[in-house]
């Protein structure tokens, strides 16, 4: 079934997959000194979506509803 799905969604990979990308780019390994937004180990543009402040506040929000947590459970009590 993998094959199917990568054909749809080429960025699909497996948890040891993602994982061993992730450790290259935490440890600094992949691209030492860069930040930024990668897909598969090459940088890439995060979405517009992803850089709007009112989304980010409105997600927040959210999942601070959805799960629950309220200032006394939290250390970030700005953010609420």
Known sequence: MRPVLRL???T???AQEAGHDIAELATN???PGVRG???LLK???SSPD????????TI?????EWTG??????????AL
């Open 8 to 10: 749809m969604d080429p």
């Open 12 to 14: 699909m990979r497996t």
């Open 29 to 31: 390994t992949a691209f």
């Open 37 to 39: 937004y990668f897909t």
């Open 43 to 45: 940088q890439d543009e």
């Open 50 to 57: 992803s850089k709007n402040e009112d989304v980010q506040e």
């Open 60 to 64: 927040w929000k959210k999942t601070l």
């Open 69 to 78: 947590i309220n200032e006394e459970e939290t250390g970030l009590k700005s």
